[in-house]
């Protein structure tokens, strides 16, 4: 009786696990058309961008373009690209540009790191803390 029921278990846990596995199909996966864009208020937002400015340039064909912004005129964008290795400047024709957002440094990453490293820090301190209350004894 204890092996059917440990059986019976086994198999209520993982059948689940095992259905959601064969449920995923591309049939329902849409494509978005690709929006257009008014260059006019387009290449006003680059100008309205501080010279400095860390951005992730949109480029027609699908490439992403990630540096600094260091000029904006109405013909082009200059990015110096964000490398390991010192690259030239990239100048982006603004005809070319589907979009360009700046980047913040928030991220759910870095927030996560931080609390790990809080909590550890503080649990080593209760730990050091009572070590030193009953060390004496």
């Known amino acids: 009786m204890n092996r059917a029921l440990a059986l019976l278990l086994c198999i ?3 059948a689940p696990g095992c259905a ?3 449920m995923s199909s591309s049939r329902f996966v849409q494509q978005t ?3 257009v864009v008014d260059r006019d208020l387009l290449t006003a937002y680059i100008k309205g961008l501080p010279i400095g400015t860390k951005v992730r340039v949109s480029v027609a064909g699908g490439d992403i373009v990630r540096g600094t912004l260091m000029k904006a005129s109405d013909e082009s964008v200059t990015v110096l690209r964000r490398t ?6 990239v100048d ?3 005809a070319k540009v589907r979009g360009i957002e700046p980047e913040t440094s928030d991220s759910v990453a870095r927030a996560v790191g931080i609390g790990v ?3 550890a820090a503080a649990g080593l301190g ?3 803390l ?3 209350i009953y060390a004496g004894d």
């Open 84 to 89: 390991r290795i010192p690259e030239p400047p």
């Open 126 to 128: 209760v730990f050091l």
């Open 20 to 22: 959601t596995a064969r």
């Open 130 to 132: 009572l070590l030193a």
């Open 33 to 35: 058309p690709t929006p």
């Open 92 to 94: 982006i024709p603004v």
């Open 117 to 119: 490293a809080t909590g």
């Open 12 to 14: 209520a846990i993982a």
